[in-house]
């Protein structure tokens, strides 16, 4: 397969995904329930729904801020600015490019901050497993609460045969990887053995900080407001403002999941709430609506700042400060 043709389906094949899926959810609305969702839509508490963006926004501050604990480290102090930038376009790489946003905020880092990027991307992967662990913690703590109710809904969604197939490719390709990082002579190997080493030193580099209270002070923070975020979104509207705790927080899971699915979500993430809502009583109308009202608002203010990014880190660098 050519690079090209990779690039093009690793694009094209999770927003097909999302408009399948979108496709599929409003075939089996009748026109009643689509005037339904619409007005949903309608009688919305927007100004509940800017303050859950809001605090969205105060979780990605606390992300760049959390960020130099893992470069210092390694001799880097860099601009909050520039790691607050580097988050959001990251963000908004991501609706477009599933997965780049990792590598175009080591990019930024590297550009404007001389932190090299095997580094820089060692230390966001280093920030993504400590993060993946608190999502697992919450998905634990769903499990715990109602495990019969969630492990139906993903047994009637995802086929476990789908799920065992992607586990078994999963490692035959990492025992390749091994043979080939062990046995071959290539500068292919030379060149991904000195970026791996690159990446080990930011990856471990939470281990060296001096700062690992406050590290995870932020991380806690950080999950914090987006839960905070998700829960005062559910008061936008009437149908979804007086969930249980159990169901709020599966919902938040099921709905963090989504996003690796598609483009940020696209299509997936109002798919998954709104079934995973059903679930537990709330109309199917009412949770797709809520789940386009979270995604949209979420999506605006990430394209929203974003491009700012994009438009004032050059302007922002070029200035002394």
Not at 142 to 149: K, Y
């Amino acid at each position: 397969m050519s690079r090209s043709l990779s690039k093009f389906l690793k694009i094209a094949l999770p927003l097909g995904l999302g408009i399948f899926l979108i496709w599929y959810s409003y075939s089996r609305f009748s026109p009643e329930q689509i005037e339904e969702i619409k007005i949903y839509f309608g009688k919305a508490d927007y100004a509940i729904v800017a303050l859950s963006v809001f605090l969205s926004f105060l979780s990605h501050i606390s992300r760049a801020y959390r960020w130099n604990f893992m470069l210092e480290p390694m001799g880097y102090k860099t601009k909050l600015a520039n790691n607050f930038m580097a988050v959001y376009i990251a963000y908004l790489m991501n609706i477009f490019i599933p997965k780049s946003g990792e590598v175009s905020r080591a990019i930024v880092l590297d550009k404007y901050e001389k932190v090299p990027f095997e580094k820089g991307f060692g230390s966001i992967i280093s920030e993504r497993v400590v993060d993946l662990i608190f999502l697992f913690l919450f998905t634990i703590a769903a499990l715990l609460i109602q495990f019969d109710v969630l492990f139906a809904y993903l047994k009637e969604v995802v086929e476990p045969t789908k799920m065992l197939f992607a586990m078994a490719t999963l490692i035959a390709l990492v025992v390749f990887f091994f043979l080939f990082m062990k046995h071959s002579k290539s500068n292919l190997r030379n060149k991904l053995k000195k970026f791996i080493s690159g990446l080990k030193e930011g990856v471990f580099s939470i281990l060296k900080m001096k700062k690992k209270f406050a590290f995870l002070l932020h991380t806690c923070i950080i999950w914090a407001l987006y839960f905070l975020s998700f829960y005062t979104a559910t008061h936008a509207l009437s149908e979804t403002e007086f969930i249980s705790a159990s169901t709020l927080i599966i919902t938040f899971v099921v709905g963090s999941f989504a996003f690796a699915f598609t483009n940020s979500g696209f299509g997936s993430y109002p798919f998954f709430v709104a079934g995973i809502l059903a679930v537990f009583g709330i109309a199917e109308t009412a949770g797709t609506a809520f789940g386009w009202i979270v995604w949209t608002s979420s999506i605006a203010s990430i394209i929203f700042f974003g491009g700012l990014s994009f438009l004032l880190l050059p302007v922002y660098n070029r200035v002394k400060l």
